[in-house]
């Protein structure tokens, strides 16, 4: 038999899971995100936000991957 994959997640648990995130990683890096949107059909988010919360939020085991398209002057 086949392993069995995993089932992408739907929309609403997209975006639930990334609120989560986005608090926890507001609370541990002490700074807020600037903007963020979920793109729900993929299952995956952007952010604008400092160094210190994109940081925050890649240590998070619930990102599988990551990548910047612009870096911040800060």
Same mark, same amino acid.
């Given at each position: 038999?086949?392993?069995? &994959?995993?089932?992408?997640? *739907?929309?609403e648990?997209?975006?639930?899971? /990334?609120?989560? #995130? +986005? @608090?926890?990683? %507001? ?13 729900? &059909?993929?299952?995956?988010? *952007? ?6 919360? /994109?940081?925050? #939020? +890649? @240590?998070?085991? %619930? ?10 002057t800060?």
């Amino acid at each position: 038999t086949m392993p069995q &994959r995993s089932r992408a997640p *739907v929309a609403e648990e997209t975006e639930a899971t /990334v609120k989560e #995130l +986005l @608090a926890r990683v %507001e609370k541990t890096s002490g700074e807020r995100v600037a903007d963020w949107h979920v793109f729900p &059909r993929p299952g995956s988010f *952007v952010v604008q936000a400092s160094p210190r919360v /994109v940081e925050a #939020l +890649l @240590a998070q085991d %619930e990102i599988a991957s990551a990548s910047a398209n612009r870096r911040s002057t800060e």
